[in-house]
């Protein structure tokens, strides 16, 4: 009986200091290069044209003593361009884990790492649409600065992949590393 009441005394500590809510907004992606091979050298054909994408999803926030932990659910998508010929769009499932702190105000500063599951991505090349294999999971990390009024926040965040995405195709004459490289503007609400 003494372990049921501490457990539902540690759970309402945590249900006092939690938010959950609600998040949408911009991600503006950079990343990868596109490359011709040959027998002597790989060289980059088209480094990628900026593209805007979207993601939205929940998220669920604990905090305590100006410090914060905040986890998200995420659907994002991003397509990028490579010269007039090509393009890569890119959908997945983003988990990022944010450690945060407040620094002044309601202004506040985070990092931690991001999973991913790449849901699809389709490369198109003079129009012909070829989905690219990949095992699905990358991980990467972000870091950031956000202000939060009553039940609105506002945050950009630099997110950049570790794990390694090439691929190729094409006949085997080029590669594209396609880890995201981004910056993501988010509006998010609280329930709570």
């Given amino acids: 009986m003494k372990k049921i009441l501490f457990i539902i005394a540690i759970a309402s500590t945590f249900a006092l200091h939690a938010q959950f809510g609600i998040e949408a907004g911009v991600n503006y992606n950079f990343s990868g290069d596109l490359s011709e091979i040959t027998e002597s050298t790989s060289d980059i054909l088209h480094g ?8 939205g999803g929940i998220w669920y926030k ?3 003593i100006g410090f914060f932990i905040k ?4 659907y994002t998508q991003y397509e990028n361009t490579y010269g007039n010929d090509y393009s890569m769009l890119t959908k997945k499932i983003d988990l990022p884990v944010v450690l945060g702190m ?12 991001d999973f991913q599951y790449i849901l699809n991505n389709e490369f198109s090349y003079d129009d012909d649409d ?3 294999d990949y095992n699905g999971i990358t991980m990467g990390l972000h870091l950031g600065v956000g202000v939060q009024v ?10 950049k992949a570790l ?3 090439t691929f190729e195709f094409v006949d085997d004459n080029f ?4 880890r995201p490289n981004q910056f993501i503007f988010t509006l998010g609400y609280a329930f709570n």
């Fill in 175 to 178: 590669t594209l590393d396609a």
């Fill in 62 to 64: 604990y905090s305590l």
């Fill in 130 to 132: 070829e989905e690219v």
């Fill in 48 to 55: 990628a044209k900026s593209k805007t994408g979207f993601h």
């Fill in 102 to 113: 407040d620094i002044l105000g309601p202004l506040y500063i985070f990092a931690g790492p």
């Fill in 150 to 159: 009553k039940r609105l926040s506002l945050d950009i965040r630099w997110e």
């Fill in 163 to 165: 794990s390694s995405n």
């Fill in 71 to 74: 986890g998200e659910l995420l």
